[in-house]
């Protein structure tokens, strides 16, 4: 192209199949376009690069002209001649393909090695201080990453170097230089400073950031929509301004803008029904905020409002401009439904009547999603470029991927609601953990039953507080029973990514606690409701005959009841056993084997029969039967409550839907908040226990849930602390026989010699479990001190493949069933059919299909696959067949065995 510059002869988006318009958007003209985006996105307040700019010492404007001008670099591996050979032929007035030039590297890793081998190794870079220097290349690092990982630095695990002349030509190295020079002309500052070490270790903090923020402006900077493919060549100042006018378009359009907040001169008023606040309530509603961010540890009893006084403490946080959004992170899918429910009825009385912010769930339900807006960057896919490789796919195309899953789009949502596993994905090594962090910025993390996580999940939850408080985000963590080392280990962690130096120590036993932990640290004891002063008498049966019998005569005469099992069999068996007394119209199954939708509906029936609403007619003789899904997710109440033997925390947190709800004998909702039924019993399903049990003390009893529960000796202590106190006390004063707090304590506040000889062992082996996952933990957490660079991580995966938890690795199965000759949704009828048609199993019990329902549904799977983006590999889909009265599909273990995989609406699935 005479006369003009050699890097206009370089594309870089293609669509080589289009029928109209350009064929190639020239690569500096993407590139603009890209930091274009970014320059828009740092103007948002959520993106702000104030915090950095102020620790580096340096002025807005300088770092502000840093990020801009290395996000136009992002694409720096596109020069090469690797690259420009994989759509060859788009025109002669751009290099030709060099067939010695292999691409087998992605073009992240080629424009890391052009900047660290060439740019930053030879000539000095106009305005650019030191251009060699480390802190150069963490700008570098971050941008070019930008299709979700840091760049590869060396090849074959270390042991040979990459070379940059294997993938560029002289002639390409030049076009790059020039590029590289034309812009830091008039783009960087001329009185930038040479960087120190300690300005050095605080980017690498920031690096994080810096990087979602490259991602996110590549794939609007890649939306044809607002930047046509330009093939013909014009001066960069100019197309810049033409780029800047398109970006504002395109963030403006995103729904990444922050919307109006409302004013509450009463934080109280955000919710209609509350008359008369709780003391945690009124705490939240009145407690000083510190001027930074900050976390809150809200410890009270079920029923105390603590969702509401989380969303309280938001709302002031929002106000107060410390936040502008928050993200619910829920231990499962069935809590995340419900706090969408209750979310959903007051998340828009934080904004303006005009404003239309967002509200997500991070997996499709049908009437939860419904009536809410999902428009977070142009949820409807834009046109896709060309792909470069099977394994790296262009923004658009990564773009078109993320936003089809709602439970990544949640994390971009003004108000997201999930589980803790998206935002953990924040701090693992996974492909596009820093858009998942950057989408947290600016929102208050809500993370609810937070001692319901093993020593795994809530180590990485530590890391994740550390970078949300580097990041300036705020947190609000709630728990009805967290042990008193978990707390200090929870308080300390966050208050190290703040920065602070002093220790963290909280020598407060009371409980109800509220402990707000920013620069400075405080509690404050909360009072309880009269109402939910209560004891809760436990009573012991040692065997499922007497539970049967029991059960049996109370649901006789009118009571209603629920056993909580601790496996999904169980379940199963307790509610045949049950079936031989009493009608199916009495009961309910309730477990984590049905699909989506399914699930879904038996939720709406456990609300109706046993919710705050349900009438003494609809309840009386009702009895429900379920596992685990039970004791933090469905707002119900019982008359009496059954539990096998569990961890003292969850038979506590169980006893919370024990009389939930005031009622008159009857059972009809108590108009006065007086409670008029019998005094509640918890009875447990429990061995004796006795002071030298056997080694199988539990295992005899429970010989299934020794292995959810594996740790017979905290078991055995818990039972001994609820049965020598013979009740729960809630809350219960300091010291007080049966009193929560003391209940929990007593049992992980001792030490494995406190556990009878014989069941140390099991002790023992736990706590070398607890301690081998925290180590996992740490192993596959990033090292956040390092920086966005590969070496944060002994290795990198897809999202779908990092562990969020341990234990049975869990898979979802999309059943399909076969009908008419096609593959069809189980709930065909359901607004997100495929969502609701979902099963979450260990997937040892399913590696792959059977060999012959491979060959037989080859054909319509791949079908699917093509039709739904959803299904795409690896997803797993299995064909059902009918066969009697159940569906079966056929699968194989991980040890090659077939099995038949049955589907049955009232049991679910089993094998």
Known sequence: MPNQASYFSYWGKASPLSQAGERFHLLPFHCLDVAACGQALISLPSFSLKPLAEELGWTQPQVESLFTFFLTLHDLGKFARAFQGLVPDLSPDLVPAEPGKCYDRRHDTLGWLLWSQDLAADDPIDNLPQPEHEFWAVWVRSVVGHHGKPPEEVADAGLTALELTDFFLRADRRAAREFVQALAGWMLPADLPVPDREQLKILRRHAWRLAGLAVLADWLGSNQGYFPYRSLPMSLPEYWELARQQAEHAVIASGLRWQPLRPWSNPLELFDYLREPTPLQAYAATVPLEHGPQLFLLEDVTGAGKTEAALIL???????????????????????????????????????????????????????????????????????????????????????????????????????????????????????????????????????????????????????????????????????????????????????????????????????LATQAGKSLNSHACETRPQLRRSVAVRPLHDEASVVELIVAQARVGRCVCWIRNTVDDARRANQLLAEHLPEEQRILFHSRFAMGHRLDIEAQVLARFGKASTGQVRAGQVLVGTQVLEQSLDFDVDLMVSDLAPVDLLIQRAGRLQRHARQASGDLAVDAV?????????????????????????????????????????????????????????????????????????????VDDVPNALKKASQDQLGKDMAMQSQAHFNGLRLDKGYCIDSSARWYEDHAVPTRLGDETQALYLALWTDGELQPLCADAAYPWEESAVRIAAHRARELAPDWQQQFAAPLEQLRNRYRLLEEPAFILPLVTSGTALVGKVLDEKGRVLDMRYDRQQGLSW
């Open 675 to 751: 409670e008029r039924r019998e005094p509640p019993v918890l009875y447990l399903l429990t061995p004796e226990p006795v002071e030298n049990p056997p080694a199988d003390w539990y295992a005899s009893l429970f010989p299934k849930a020794c292995y959810v529960y594996p740790d017979a000796g905290r078991l055995w202590l818990g039972a001994r602390a609820l049965l020598q106190a013979g009740c729960i006390v809630t809350p219960g004063e300091q010291g007080q026989t049966g009193a929560v707090r003391e209940l929990v304590e007593a049992v992980y506040g001792s030490e």
């Open 314 to 512: 938001a709302q002031r946080l929002m106000q107060a401009n410390l936040a502008h959004g928050l993200y619910f992170a829920l231990p499962s899918m069935a809590t995340a439904n419900q706090m969408y429910q209750r979310v959903g009825g007051v998340y828009r009385r934080l904004y303006e009547p005009q404003a239309k912010p967002s509200l997500i769930l991070s997996h499709g339900a049908r009437q939860l999603i419904e009536g809410f807006r999902q428009s977070i960057l142009q949820s409807a896919e834009q046109a896709e470029d060309c792909r470069y490789q099977p394994d790296e796919g262009s923004a658009s195309v990564q773009c078109n991927a993320w936003l089809a899953d709602n439970r990544k789009k949640a994390l971009l949502a003004e108000v997201g609601v999930g589980t803790l596993d998206q935002a953990l994905l924040a701090v693992l090594p996974a492909r596009h953990q820093s858009l998942r962090l950057l989408g947290l910025a600016g929102k208050v993390l809500l993370v609810d039953e937070v001692h319901a996580y093993d020593p795994y999940m809530m180590t990485v939850l530590k890391t994740l507080l550390i970078a949300h408080a580097r990041q300036g985000g705020s947190v609000i963590l709630l728990s009805a029973t967290l042990p008193l080392a978990a707390r200090e280990e929870l308080l300390a962690a966050y208050r190290f990514g703040l920065g602070v130096t002093a220790e963290t120590v909280v020598d407060d036993r009371r409980y109800p």
